[in-house]
């Protein structure tokens, strides 16, 4: 069973560079969200679709941006990459929105340099 | 603001039992989740709960008390596995997950 599938695993990103990262769930989850996680930090919420076609903020949702034009894909886009972007990025699913259990990618290790 | 709190490291033994707390200050409360993230691994689910009271699933339980906003999560019978660390998040008025930073354990034989 793939579950919640992301990629890359891991990328090394030029300051200024645009990019992509994949999430796609095979659940039919209706909620999905991005997240990233620093170290000493909890994960923090980038961005979230509660179904498809809508989305909304996070806590850091500043330099990224989504879109969910079906269920099961969720991508996240850097238009502008900065150093401080450098995180691992998780994607996770869930079936309803905050009270039942998250399903997570196993993460894309993104460095920007 | 809201703010989850948990300690940063813990030490336990191959066999004991060890408790990890996990304190909040939410802007509502809908419900109090346990993950566990071993290390370059993504979170997996352990355990939710919504009422007061202990929840017990084999060698992990997890309890909660709303009045005081404190959790804890008991792992028994520890094993070198159990080595991770393990995520306090809240669900608030807006049905949104707040997380807090994690707690390593460490296992020692």
């Not at chain 1, 886009?77 to 150093?83: E, G, H």
């Not at chain 2, 049905?95 to 034989?109: E, F, V």
Request: charged share 15%.
């Amino acid at each position: 069973t793939a579950g919640i599938t992301q990629a890359p695993t891991s990328q090394i990103l030029a300051a200024g560079r645009s990019m992509t990262l994949r999430c796609t769930q095979d659940m039919r989850h209706n909620a999905m969200y991005w997240y990233r996680q620093d170290l000493g930090l909890g994960l923090r919420l980038i961005h979230y679709s509660n179904t498809a076609g809508t989305t909304g903020k996070g806590e850091v949702p500043d330099g990224y941006s989504v879109s969910r034009a079906n269920t099961d894909d969720f991508p996240l886009t850097l238009a502008s990459a900065v150093p401080s972007q450098t995180s691992v990025y998780f994607c996770a699913s869930s079936e309803g929105t905050g009270n039942t259990e998250a399903f997570f990618g196993q993460g894309t290790r993104l460095t920007v340099v | 603001g809201q703010n989850i709190d948990q300690p940063t490291e813990m030490t336990a033994t191959e066999g004991a039992i060890v408790q990890i707390n996990c304190t909040y200050q939410t802007s509502g409360f809908n419900g109090l989740f346990w993950y566990q993230q071993h290390a370059g691994e993504a979170p997996t689910f352990l355990s939710y709960n919504v009422l007061d009271g202990l929840e017990e699933k084999g060698r992990f339980s997890s309890f909660l008390s709303r009045s005081k906003g404190y959790s804890y999560l008991l792992l028994k019978e520890l094993q070198m596995k159990d080595s991770a660390s393990y995520l306090c998040a809240v669900t608030d008025s807006n049905y949104q997950l707040i997380w807090g930073a994690g707690t390593k354990l460490i296992i020692k034989p």
